[in-house]
């Protein structure tokens, strides 16, 4: 599992309500990814980050922010968060082989 | 946006059989491409990759086969078990920099005992 971890695992939350996820990783990995996975969408890179405080966009980043402030830490927030949002978020790493692996998934419903 | 074309969307096969799973890309500055293999409930595991200095690769009961000049790679499962059910993604990526993977949209493999 490359050491990562996601919290957490199920979350049910109200439209309007702000939300953070968050991925730890134990191996330093200079890049971290949020994706999310929907039915006949495949996965969707939302951010991506090259180091601490270095972040940028990926396809699917409207009404999402992103931080990470250490090296082990991703954190996706959702500032007021949409049904549209209802989804599967994976994080992943890239490993110095340039190989890349995901955690377990956060199941997030937006009732 | 860069797209990977994934076919079939599901595929059906009997225990023994071989699944073949084909790949498209546009991008001809990728030069990475892996295979993950994703259970219910868990996150996508990678299975497999292969670099375009080579056109095929093998691992077991699994093997990539890759065309450069019609930007194609597959994926191809011999002697498949029903543990190999499984929902199948290939994915596309250009090295040296973010590595940011392009995703086709998936095949659920069935494998039937």
């Known amino acids: 599992d490359a050491g990562i971890t996601q919290s957490p695992r199920h979350k049910v939350t109200e439209t309007g309500t702000p939300v953070t996820l968050r991925c730890h990783q134990t191996e330093n990995h200079r890049y971290m990814y949020w994706y999310r996975q929907d039915p006949g969408h495949g996965l969707r890179l939302i951010h991506y980050?090259?180091?601490?405080?270095?972040?940028d966009k990926g396809e699917v980043s409207d009404g999402y922010s992103v931080s990470r402030s250490k090296t082990e830490d991703f954190l996706l927030t959702l500032e007021s968060a949409t049904s549209s949002q209802t989804s599967v978020y994976f994080c992943?790493?890239?490993?110095?082989?340039?190989?890349?692996?995901f955690g377990p998934g956060t199941r997030l419903t937006v009732l | 946006q860069q797209q990977v074309k994934q076919s079939p969307q599901s595929l059906i096969v009997q225990k023994g059989g071989i699944s073949i799973i084909n790949c498209a890309y546009e991008n001809t500055a990728f030069d990475y491409f892996p295979w993950y293999q994703q259970f219910p409930g868990k996150g996508p595991a990678l299975l497999i990759a292969?670099?375009?200095?080579?056109s095929e690769k093998k691992e077991g009961r699994f093997t990539i086969s890759f065309n450069k000049s019609a930007k194609q790679f597959s994926l191809h499962i011999m002697d498949s078990q029903p543990g190999d059910s499984a929902t199948y993604f290939c994915a596309a990526s250009k090295t040296g920099g973010s590595e940011k993977l392009v995703f086709g949209k998936g095949t659920k493999l069935t494998v039937n005992p």
């Open positions: 992943a790493i890239t490993t110095s082989g340039n190989e890349q692996f």
């Open positions: 980050s090259y180091g601490v405080k270095d972040t």
């Open positions: 292969i670099r375009p200095d080579v």
